[in-house]
């Protein structure tokens, strides 16, 4: 879902003509600890990779996805002066929570995962983890911040989501429109003009 917030705000930032500004903008952006943003990316890729091959890594996986997004949280934490990383942050730590009362998973509504297609559901209903998600029980605590916010048509992308990918996702859209867009700046006449401008000799 994070990609979803990066893509709309690039497109709508855009489309408000912040092409030259923007990318100017985005490319001088200094953020404080950047060497974690990809190097989190990159560890999760492992993740993905290694759990297919390795069962103690499909074991702790629930583990490690926790502690990438408690690193994350350090992250942004760091930046949070910058214009919309309060909200991403809110929305990372929603999510770190319902993991970590979870076993390091976030649970996913059965009900709206029906959306996801009859495979995706009989993996759920298996009662395995499916990367790291499993189904919504009974057992299940702080359910109500699990993924349970189902996407389809007429969004472009079929998905399930949580209340935290939402308040991030919404950060991440004022963070590259406050970047990308030129809001200008009007000049503030000073004292001495403002008295020039006023006196007329007679």
Do not use: C
């Amino acid at each position: 879902m994070v990609y979803d917030g990066i893509l709309i705000g690039l497109i709508v930032g855009l489309f408000r003509g912040g092409v030259r500004y923007g990318l100017h903008q985005l490319a001088s952006l200094r953020l404080r600890g950047g060497w974690i943003f990809p190097l989190l990316l990159l560890f999760q890729f492992f993740i993905f990779y290694l759990q297919e091959r390795w069962s103690w890594i499909a074991s702790i996986n629930g583990y490690l996805f926790a502690a990438v997004y408690f690193t994350g949280l350090i992250f942004l934490w760091l930046n949070r002066h910058h214009r919309g990383f309060t909200l991403i942050w809110i929305g990372v730590f929603l999510n770190f929570i319902v993991m970590a009362v979870n076993g390091g998973r976030m649970p996913v509504s059965l009900e709206a995962s029906a959306v996801l297609g009859p495979y995706y559901v009989d993996l759920l209903q298996e009662g395995g983890a499916v990367s790291k998600h499993y189904m919504m029980d009974a057992s299940t605590h702080l359910a109500f911040l699990g993924d349970i916010i189902p996407l389809s048509n007429p969004y472009p992308r079929t998905q399930v989501i949580s209340i935290g990918d939402v308040v991030m996702n919404v950060g991440i859209f004022l963070f590259i429109q406050y970047m990308m867009v030129d809001r200008g700046t009007k000049a503030v006449p000073s004292a001495k003009t403002e008295t020039s401008e006023t006196y007329q000799p007679q």
